[in-house]
Every structure is written in structure tokens, then in C-alpha cells.
């Protein structure tokens, strides 16, 4: 079975831009998590979807949005770059959700905001 | 808001030692999962625990959920350089909030 994936690994971007991130799941799982792994805040949680409707949120601003697609694949969208953003930012996909299933994460895309 | 404790943050270990690290709740949990991130690598599930005193074993690995379920261990017998990494606690609340966060993590290194 195919593990999860992300697109892109690497980005550089500049303060004040927006970027878009890509997560697709492991086939069958319908819950993406996003997180944000910094040396200084750890991992932190963005948002859960789940069939498409977001089912949880972490205490992130509004520049930071997600979606998911009907074949379960999901974006993140963060508006208005940061230097506080540069970050490793994760997905993870699960059968049923965080709580209640084991989550299986991409390799990240780690974002570098100048 | 939920605090998670995690200690020790840093571990340094001879191979062949054990290593254990804690993770605490300031509230009652209503189950908790373990992970572990390698250097440069993304984190992978290794146990989820949901009964109050319970204690699952992996090889090596022992993890334990405290009886008033607002804490829990992971304890590693005769470390190998293959226990590299980081190892997170992650916590599911009893609010009825299903939000899953993530203990700061131990690192630990092997001195071999």
C-alpha cells in the first residue's frame, strides 16, 4: 500500500505571498490531519477533514485554510507569509480520525518564508 | 487549555542502557498514542493506549498508562542505535474535544 504523500517537499517563498500545499492520503483513509512542526513550538495541530468537511481546528489564525477533495486528497492554503511560518508542516491520514485510529504521516514540506 | 508535560527533553544514553521518558496531564485522558520521529524523518505511530493501567509491550518497548489515566510511559530496555529519535506522547482530551496534541517529545541519542 502507497504511504501518504506531499507535495512539495522543499519551498521558499517570501513574506507577504501565499502557498498551497499538497497531502494525498493512503488509499481508504478518509481523515487528513495537518500539523506544524517547529524546534521551538513542536508539532502543532492545523485542522482535521474528514469526507471532506473539516471536523477540527487548532488555534491558528485564518490565514492558514484547508480543503479536502472528494478523493479524499487535501490542500493547505497559508495566506500572507510570515517569517513565523517557515516550518515543517506535516499531514497524516487515518482510517477514522486522530482519536480514534493510528495516523500515518507524509515526509512534510518543509517551508522556508525570507 | 490542556497542558502536556514531557520529560525529560533530552536524553543521553550507552547503548545497552535503559531510557524512559513521562508524559503528564494536567486532566484525565481519554486515550493516549506514542510516536516516534527519526532524524529528518516524520513521525510513526508505534501504540495507542485507552484502559486506565494498562501496559502493552513491543520487543523492547513498554508503554503504560497511568491508573487515573493523566499519564504515561514509554521505557526502553537495552537501547540499540536503532532508538534514535524522537519519541511524542499524543493526547486525546475527555472533553469531548477530539483535538489530538502532542507532548514536546524526548530526544534521545545512543552513545554507542
Known amino acids: 500500500k502507497a504511504g501518504v504523500t506531499q507535495t512539495p517537499r522543499y519551498l521558499i517563498k517570501t513574506r507577504g505571498q501565499q502557498v498551497t500545499l499538497s497531502c494525498s492520503p493512503i488509499?481508504?483513509?478518509?481523515?487528513v490531519s495537518w500539523y506544524q512542526q517547529t524546534p521551538g513550538q513542536g508539532l502543532q495541530f492545523l485542522f482535521e477533514?474528514?469526507?471532506?468537511?473539516?471536523?477540527n481546528k487548532g488555534n491558528f489564525p485564518g490565514r492558514f485554510s484547508g480543503r479536502q477533495f472528494s478523493n479524499s486528497r487535501s490542500e493547505m492554503n497559508v495566506s500572507t507569509l510570515e517569517l513565523g511560518d517557515s516550518a515543517l508542516y506535516l499531514c497524516?491520514?487515518?482510517?477514522?480520525?486522530?482519536?480514534?485510529?493510528?495516523?500515518?504521516f507524509g515526509p512534510g514540506t518543509r517551508l522556508t518564508v525570507t | 487549555g490542556q497542558q502536556v508535560m514531557q520529560i525529560p527533553q533530552y536524553q543521553h544514553v550507552q547503548e545497552g542502557e535503559d531510557f524512559t521518558t513521562y508524559c503528564n496531564s494536567s486532566?484525565?485522558?481519554?486515550?493516549i498514542q506514542w510516536y516516534k520521529q527519526r532524524p529528518g524523518g516524520h513521525p510513526v505511530f508505534l501504540i495507542q493506549?485507552?484502559?486506565?493501567?494498562e501496559v502493552k509491550k513491543q520487543k523492547r518497548l513498554t508503554f503504560q498508562f497511568g491508573e487515573a489515566k493523566k499519564n504515561s510511559s514509554l521505557h526502553i530496555t537495552a537501547t540499540q542505535t536503532t532508538d534514535v529519535g524522537t519519541y511524542f506522547c499524543?493526547?486525546?482530551?475527555?472533553?469531548?474535544?477530539?483535538?489530538?496534541?502532542f507532548g514536546t517529545g524526548t530526544r534521545l541519542t545512543i552513545i554507542p
Open positions: 486532566t484525565t485522558l481519554s486515550n
Open positions: 477533514y474528514f469526507s471532506e468537511t473539516q471536523r
Open positions: 497524516a491520514s487515518s482510517l477514522q480520525g486522530p482519536p480514534l485510529s493510528e495516523q500515518y
Open positions: 499524543a493526547l486525546v482530551g475527555n472533553f469531548g474535544n477530539e483535538k489530538l496534541t
Open positions: 493506549l485507552v484502559k486506565s493501567g
Open positions: 488509499s481508504g483513509h478518509r481523515s
